[in-house]
């Protein structure tokens, strides 16, 4: 299973893009890279996935590195809503066994 | 459309007995994951079921158990309950790319 590294906390303002940065150094050649929030007190909610290419949703955009041992989960604009723990997760793309680090708790400033 | 359902909300228990926790899935979804969150950590996989066979298990004793029903909801029991044991249990379904998470059974032992 690839291992992850993730900042333990990072502060943002309101309106303003959020760059969540996450190092999967060994991750496999076919896994996928997948990220999803947990805002307090709820299930953790998918986000976004991506395997080489960059990749965009409603939600978020997934920058991948070309060497692909690293990723960063960008959001647009922060809202007050988008204030959770991130978690970055490298899977095989069948959802089986899904590893979760500590993730990234982030914190939007009004 | 619903998304996944647990039942109960809430337990509380008393060390050694045992409970059983339930998970519907999202219509049309045939796999079921189960999930062990303790204050503070990611969640920590404990079982997946696909077409009611089990797929994948995590690091967690015998005491634990899941089934899959033909309906594809799913029962987790845990027995002679520890006070270890208490956490928040997540049901997650997946079609292919992602993985939905209900709100969870928030467990209670005493």
């Known amino acids: 299973d690839a291992k992850t590294t993730q900042p333990n906390s990072m502060e943002s303002n309101e309106e303003e893009p959020v760059h969540l940065p996450c190092n999967h150094s060994?991750?496999?050649?076919?896994?996928?890279i997948h990220w999803y929030r947990q805002l307090p007190s709820q299930g953790p909610e998918y986000v976004i996935h991506?395997?080489?290419?960059?990749v965009n949703n409603r939600m978020a955009s997934l920058a991948i590195a070309e060497d692909r041992k690293s990723s960063t989960l960008i959001l647009h604009r922060a809202t007050l809503r988008d204030a959770a723990v991130y978690y970055c997760i490298p899977n095989a793309g069948n959802n089986r066994k899904l590893i979760w680090g500590l993730g990234t708790s982030l914190a939007v400033n009004p | 459309d619903a998304g996944v359902t647990q039942s109960p909300t809430h337990l509380i228990k008393t060390r050694g007995q045992q409970v059983t926790l339930r998970c519907s899935p999202i219509?049309?979804?045939?796999?079921v994951s189960w999930y062990q969150q303790v204050l503070g950590q990611g969640p920590q996989f404990i079982f997946q079921y696909y077409e009611k066979e089990e797929r994948g298990r995590g690091n967690f004793p015998d005491r634990f158990s899941a089934r899959q029903f033909p309906n594809y909801s799913s029962e987790l029991n845990v027995n002679a309950l520890l006070l270890g044991d208490s956490a928040l249990y997540l049901c997650a379904s997946s079609l292919d790319a992602g993985a939905f998470f209900g709100q969870g059974t928030r467990l209670t032992v005493v």
């Open positions: 991506g395997l080489t290419s960059n």
């Open positions: 060994t991750i496999s050649g076919t896994d996928y």
């Open positions: 219509s049309g979804h045939k796999s």
